[in-house]
C-alpha cells in the first residue's frame, strides 16, 4: 500500500527556469494539499485540491505559482522563472474524503534548489 | 483555527515515557486535536487524534483535559528514532471542506542514550 509519492526528491533550477514538482496521492484518496518549508521555518498551507478543481489556493503566492490535479495523473505544483527566495522543500498531502477531520498523510517532500 | 502553544524543546532519556505538552486554551467545540511529528526534513507524519475522550493508538497516547484547554502526547518508551518536531494542531470539523492544517513551531524532542 504505497503511500503519497513526489518526484523529483530534489530539483535544481537556476534562477528564470521552471520547476514542476508531482504528487500521486495514496491509492483511494482525492484531495491533494500542497506544503511549503523555507529553510529553518515551519510548513506553511499553499494549496489545496480535489480532481480537476482548487478548492483553496489562499496560501499561494499571487504570481508564478500555480497548481493543478488533473483527472488522470499526479497533481502537479509549478513555479515560474524562479528565484532564490523559492528554495524551500516542498511537501504534498493527500486524504481520502476532503471533509474537516479528514487525516491527511504526508509524501517525503521535494527540494528545490534555486541557484 | 485556535492557537497552540508548545515548549520550544524537551529532552528524553531512551526507555523512558515521553510527555509533550500543547496549550490550547481557546479552543472551541468543534475543533479537534491533532498531532504530527517530523523527522529531520522528512515529511511530517501523522501521529494521533482526538476531540475530547483519550486516545492510544500504536504509536503514542493522547490526553486531552476536560475542559479541552490542553493536551499531552505520550510517547510510553521513547526510542533514538523518535528524536523530531512534534507539532500539536488544532483543526475544525468543517462539512463540505477540508481545513488545512496550520502549523506552529512545534517542540523539539531529543531523545538521549
Known amino acids: 500500500n504505497a503511500g503519497v509519492m513526489q518526484n523529483p526528491r530534489h530539483l535544481v533550477r537556476r534562477r528564470g527556469q521552471e520547476a514542476r514538482l508531482r504528487c500521486s496521492p495514496m491509492k483511494g484518496h482525492s484531495h491533494v494539499y500542497w506544503y511549503r518549508q523555507l529553510p529553518e521555518e515551519g510548513l506553511k498551507f499553499m494549496v489545496y485540491?480535489?480532481?480537476?478543481?482548487?478548492?483553496?489556493e489562499s496560501g499561494m503566492p499571487k504570481e508564478r505559482f500555480s497548481a493543478e490535479f488533473p483527472k488522470e495523473g499526479p497533481s502537479i505544483l509549478r513555479i515560474q522563472q524562479v528565484v532564490r527566495g523559492d528554495s524551500a522543500a516542498y511537501f504534498c498531502?493527500?486524504?481520502?474524503?476532503?471533509?474537516?477531520?479528514?487525516?491527511?498523510?504526508f509524501g517525503p517532500g521535494t527540494r528545490l534548489t534555486v541557484l | 483555527d485556535a492557537k497552540t502553544t508548545q515548549p520550544p524543546s524537551m529532552d528524553c532519556a531512551e526507555g523512558r515515557a515521553a510527555n509533550l505538552p500543547c496549550n490550547h486554551s481557546?479552543?472551541?467545540?468543534?475543533?479537534?486535536v491533532y498531532w504530527y511529528r517530523q523527522i529531520h526534513s522528512q515529511g511530517p507524519q501523522y501521529i494521533i487524534h482526538?476531540?475530547?475522550n483519550n486516545e492510544t493508538n500504536e504509536m503514542a497516547s493522547l490526553i486531552i483535559t476536560e475542559d479541552r484547554k490542553s493536551s499531552t502526547l505520550i510517547l510510553p518508551h521513547a526510542t533514538l528514532r523518535d528524536t523530531a518536531v512534534y507539532y500539536c494542531?488544532?483543526?475544525?470539523?468543517?462539512?463540505?471542506?477540508?481545513?488545512?492544517?496550520?502549523f506552529g513551531t512545534g517542540t523539539r524532542l531529543q531523545v538521549t542514550l
Open positions: 481557546t479552543i472551541s467545540g468543534n475543533e479537534y
Open positions: 485540491l480535489q480532481k480537476e478543481n482548487i478548492i483553496d
Open positions: 494542531i488544532v483543526r475544525a470539523f468543517n462539512t463540505g471542506t477540508a481545513s488545512k492544517l496550520t
Open positions: 498531502a493527500s486524504s481520502p474524503l476532503g471533509q474537516g477531520t479528514d487525516t491527511q498523510y
Open positions: 482526538g476531540l475530547k
